[in-house]
């Protein structure tokens, strides 16, 4: 119990300041939440009679700007579809939990909703409040990456609309490995990851990669190579599958080369483990891509030295750029909302179309759904954007390689993930990682726990 308590509290400690620098909390959307009891709110100034008011709801401070910039711009070309966007933010849980009850009862909901990853399940079951919005998705569909749709889905319905892909990639300190002797290209397997890792660690002292405890972003992805998954095609609890155990085992062997460790904090995104990076206690983090925004704002000592790079795979007859997205923000339309048709329709431009989504890299370095713009050159290279000033290629390069081979957990849209997930980063991982449990024991305890909870 004491182990659970405090696992819980590290994690809500988990606190960064992103790109705009102001005080976040953050979600595994990978984007970063209001923090502080009370919502903050904004309101566009619209000229004209014929506008309609849009009440929007969300945790992440910096979709305020992003969204009214966007209605700006939807305003402009849209001069007979005019909208106002009464934005409130609040903090993650209150705003999730208030949705929930808004829902339930049928009143004082908002007409548009950022819903994150983690949370989403939750409202997908019994009576749906929210909108289906494949026709609004149609436009836009043969250029976005599917299975970021689908993590807002159910029963090959659309309820959410996403922010970034959040493919997750390579960050290698090139300079450091240099140094080592080590060139982070010939780095195709977890094999080859991990000797990397001990000829690294041989040569300069210091650790190679992070060990996850309060996350899971590595582990999501080698679990995801290996077909795996947190729960069966049934939808029934497989935490203490073969798959994973495989998995944790084999991280397991690499933490006892000594080469990898716990990073302060539990994972590399996290305002704990920056500095360790930032001074080359680490030099490698598996990650989705939105942590180039990390590395920008936090690491400041780092640029010029990393470089983005497609994952290690189990064997090299796999793809070589097999890979999942990682964390996510849906923004959903209420069904009951008088004005939910055009609701949608808004959202959907500034969402999934392609000036929103040279914005969602420009502004917040995210990788855009829309793919189409990632083959625009003056974009991807443009040398006056700080993430291109930053990484020591072009990040873009690397996010062609993996266009057609962006996949997703199962357990993302199922409604038991939440716990599952609240299990694994908060007593499972720190039982094997921390306190040197068996691997097995530790996920058959873990199934087991949340197996009675899932009885309740």
């Not at 690499?254 to 483990?273: K, L």
Request: aromatic share 10%.
């Amino acid at each position: 119990m004491k182990r659970r308590v405090l696992g819980a509290l590290a994690c809500a400690a988990m606190a960064v300041i992103l790109a705009a620098g102001c005080s976040s909390t953050k979600s595994s959307s990978g984007e970063a939440g209001s923090k502080g009891a009370s919502a903050g709110k904004k309101s566009m100034e619209v000229a004209g009679n014929d506008v309609t008011t849009l009440n929007v709801w969300t945790f992440i401070e910096l979709h305020q700007d992003f969204y009214v910039n966007m209605a700006e711009k939807w305003n402009e070309a849209h001069p007979d579809k005019k909208v106002k966007l009464v934005l409130s933010n609040m903090p993650y849980d209150d705003m999730h939990n208030k949705l929930s009850l808004a829902l339930e009862s049928g009143e004082g909901a908002p007409d548009i909703v950022d819903i994150e990853l983690g949370k989403f399940p939750a409202f997908m079951v019994g009576n749906i409040g929210l909108m289906e919005l494949n026709d609004v998705i149609e436009p836009y569909r043969n250029n976005i990456v599917q299975s970021r749709l689908d993590i807002y889905s159910k029963d090959g319905k659309e309820y959410g609309l996403p922010t970034h892909v959040g493919t997750t990639v390579a960050f290698y300190n090139e300079k450091l490995l240099k140094d080592a002797g080590i060139n982070y290209q010939d780095i195709k397997t977890w094999d080859h990851f991990k000797e990397a890792g001990v000829k690294y660690h041989e040569a300069t002292g210091k650790y190679f990669s992070c060990v996850e405890t309060s996350a899971s972003w590595m582990i999501n992805l080698m679990l995801a190579q290996k077909g795996g998954d947190y729960v069966d095609e049934n939808g029934n609890l497989n935490l203490n599958s073969k798959e994973l155990t495989e998995v944790l085992e084999y991280i397991k062997g690499m933490q006892e080369t000594g080469a990898f460790a716990t990073v302060p904090g539990g994972q590399p995104d996290n305002e704990e483990a920056y500095p360790s990076y930032n001074t080359g206690e680490y030099a490698v983090q598996i990650m989705p891509f939105w942590q180039t925004s990390r590395f920008v704002n936090y690491m400041k000592d780092l640029k010029k030295q990393v470089a983005i790079s497609t994952v290690p795979v189990w064997d090299e007859n796999d793809k070589e750029t097999a890979t999942i997205g990682g964390g996510g923000t849906g923004t959903a339309i209420v069904k009951s909302g008088k004005n939910a048709k055009l609701a949608a329709e808004v959202m959907a431009y500034i969402k999934l179309s392609e000036d929103s989504n040279r914005e969602v890299w420009n502004v917040l370095g995210f990788d855009p759904v829309n793919t189409a713009v990632w083959t625009d050159k003056t974009l991807t290279q443009n040398q006056d954007n700080q993430f291109i000033q930053y990484f020591t290629n072009y990040p873009f390069d690397t996010l062609l390689k993996t266009k057609d081979s962006i996949g997703l957990l199962r357990a993302y849209t199922d409604e038991k993930y939440p716990s599952i997930n609240n299990e694994l980063c908060n007593v499972t991982l720190n039982s094997i990682f921390e306190d040197g449990m068996d691997v097995k024991e530790a996920l058959d305890s873990s199934q087991e726990t949340l197996k009675n909870e899932f009885k309740k």
